[in-house]
């Protein structure tokens, strides 16, 4: 990973920001849609060379103020905000822990027992590097097929990126890749070297589709949407998915995916062998 995580990431905001969005015209002869360096210095009201010097890695010691400015101007959610501050004080050496936690590959008897009641809902529980450490009996019945729970621990960025069935298993496998980057991105720093050594295993495996997603990091993660995946025995699902925490202690997340149409639950309901209908879709 860049040893420049802070100003890598506000350079990745401000390419992302148009000016549209800014409150500013568009003008012309723009090599990229995103707010040139000048722009975004004069929404924040600190001077280009100060901004240059941020994104460039030679200064690593904004202010809090500086920091409250330049989120307003690149309009930045909450958690966006306290990423950056985060990365600021990585980036200045005031680590936030003497030692990074270990990745949780142990889930709590109680986070056990609740994945055993969901029983045939295709839910998961995932540490902070993506790898999948407990799941359910519909979740098996779903992605046991698909590849998705080989390897010891089974990891979705380690499949997404490099096992060849990824990109005819989601339909939308740009989308997927994306998701992947910006949950380890803003999962934990890049001071974490559990995180570090799988970013370097998956820029040498993945290539350029990682490693360009990681250069450019700056979107957030999805905490809740829709995905389509093509299952070899019941053909192609649309699947709402949330993403909930667990404690913070555990670091550790839980994936719960619903049907999102009258068909896709009567294909779960299929590969589970029971009645259709049994599963409902999302506000059916």
């Known amino acids: ?13 401000r390419e992302a920001l148009t000016p549209a969005e800014a409150g500013l015209p568009a003008g012309t ?21 100060y901004l240059a010097r941020l994104e460039q890695g030679r200064d690593r010691n904004p202010s809090a103020q500086v920091l409250g400015t330049l989120s307003d101007a690149l309009r930045l959610p909450l958690d966006a905000r306290v990423h950056l501050r985060r990365l600021a004080k990585s980036d200045g050496g005031r680590h936030l822990c003497a030692a990074a936690p270990a990745p949780a590959r142990e889930v709590r008897s109680t986070v056990r027992a609740l994945i055993d009641r969901l029983g045939e809902t295709p839910a998961a529980v995932t540490n902070m590097l993506g790898e999948t450490v407990a799941y359910s009996d519909g979740y098996a019945r779903l992605a046991g097929p698909l590849g998705l729970l080989d390897g010891d621990p089974p990891s979705l960025p380690r499949y997404v990126f490099t096992d060849p069935r990824a990109r005819e298993v989601f339909p939308d ?5 994306d998701r992947q980057v910006a949950a380890l991105y803003f999962g934990i720093t ?30 957030l993660p999805d905490r809740s949407g829709v995905e389509r995946l093509v299952h070899p025995e019941v053909g192609e699902l649309r699947l709402a998915f949330e993403v909930l925490d667990l ?26 062998g029971r009645r259709p209908g049994t599963l409902r879709a999302v506000g059916g």
């Open 247 to 272: 404690s913070e202690a555990d670091g550790q997340q839980l994936v719960v995916r619903l049907p999102a149409d009258e068909a896709s639950s009567a294909a779960l309901d299929r590969l589970a």
């Open 190 to 219: 890049g001071s974490d070297p559990a995180m570090a050594e799988l970013a370097r295993e998956l820029t040498v495996t993945g290539g350029a589709p990682f490693s360009d997603r990681l250069t450019a990091s700056g979107v």
């Open 173 to 177: 496998w740009d989308r997927v890749a």
């Open 29 to 49: 002869r723009r090599r990229t849609p995103g707010l040139r360096r000048a722009e975004l210095a004069m929404l924040a009201g600190i001077s280009v060379e």
């Open 1 to 13: 990973m860049s040893d420049n995580e802070l100003g890598a990431f506000l350079r990745a905001r």
